[in-house]
């Protein structure tokens, strides 16, 4: 085993370390807030150098994984905040923020938790793409529904931000990986290195500005967050593989479902109802990263099946 593999088994390990640190010193990490795009573009980047266009070609092929990864999401993430807000008896205004984190896409972290997992990472990326579009009209409507509330949702920011942040440096890292396929597999360990550097440190950062509002959250908004994230990843994945759909697949529909792009519903609760409303949508951005490294870390060093359920003993 390489050292750089070594260092890649110790992912959550670092997530938790750097997220303890960011908590009690966070002014290590809030002057690193405006390199946290150019971050995820590495990130991005360096997956899109281990893919090829056949992996996309197969997704285009086998189009029923997306569709059951979105509606899922689109269904399990609000109806879940909803539920998890009544249960623990969330003010109007936090349970205004905690349906906005259920009601918008998937976020790009499910892209790279997908990838450190073992999961299909070009079936992410065409998730993540989907759920966005789809979001434009779904996350007004869903808050109208469960709230009776009518928001509007940035459009075109959304969509060039998404491309800017992840489609342009995946395609740039598939067109190199089809020009030096060879030579980028004997460094693909030290790719991931690089890759889990940049979301630990991402991490961090967003503990670190958040910090302020973590001190002052109280334990039941903090449980509200945890189960939410919690009920999404798993739901996901179980509904995955009742579905019959192979563990790697199952994987990745999870960490769609249960991550989401909780940075646009901070910015959409500032911008249509209160700071309270944008509180969950700050925890939930950092909880779900480190959930996610912390799964992402379990299942890489779990057997990964291709086959459906009734074909396999494995469980993931």
């Known amino acids: 085993m390489s050292i750089f593999e070594r260092i890649n088994r110790l992912f959550p ?10 908590a009690l010193v966070p002014e290590l990490f809030t002057g690193l807030a405006g390199y946290i ?4 573009v590495i990130i991005m980047f360096a997956m899109g150098l281990t893919l ?12 029923k994984p997306i569709a059951v990864g979105v509606i899922l999401q689109f269904l399990i993430m609000p109806l879940a905040a909803l539920l998890v807000s009544r249960v623990l008896g969330l003010s109007t205004e936090l349970t205004i923020g905690m349906v906005l984190v259920g009601a ?11 990838w450190l997992a073992g999961g299909h990472v070009a079936l992410s990326v065409s998730m993540t793409m989907v759920s966005t579009l789809i979001s434009v009209v779904a996350t007004p409507l869903i808050t109208l529904l469960l709230l009776g509330q009518s928001i509007d949702v940035p459009v075109l920011g959304m969509l060039l931000s998404i491309a800017q942040l992840v489609v342009a440096p995946i395609v740039l890292g598939v067109v190199i990986h089809h020009l030096l396929g060879t030579h980028i597999q004997r460094v693909e360990p030290a790719l991931a290195t690089l890759a889990m550097a940049s979301i630990v440190l991402i991490i961090a ?22 189960a939410h994230n919690s009920i999404g990843l798993a739901a996901g994945y179980g509904l995955a593989r009742a579905l019959r759909f192979d563990t790697r697949t199952a994987r990745t529909i999870a960490f769609e479902v249960g991550l989401q792009n909780s940075g646009l519903a901070v910015t959409l609760a500032n911008q249509f109802f209160t700071a309270t409303s944008a509180l969950p949508g700050a925890l939930f951005s950092v909880w779900h990263n480190v959930s996610g490294s912390l799964l992402a870390g379990y299942w890489k060093r779990r057997h990964v099946s291709n086959a459906p359920p009734a074909a396999s003993t494995s469980r993931g």
């Open 52 to 63: 090829t266009k056949g992996d996309f070609a197969r997704v285009v092929k086998s189009p």
């Open 205 to 226: 950062i967003v503990v670190a500005l958040n910090a302020g509002r973590l001190s002052t959250l109280g334990p039941v908004v903090a449980l509200a967050v945890i």
């Open 13 to 22: 390990v670092w997530a938790i370390l750097l997220a303890v640190i960011a």
């Open 104 to 114: 918008t896409a998937g976020g790009t972290s499910s892209n790279v938790m997908t």
């Open 37 to 40: 795009k150019a971050l995820l």
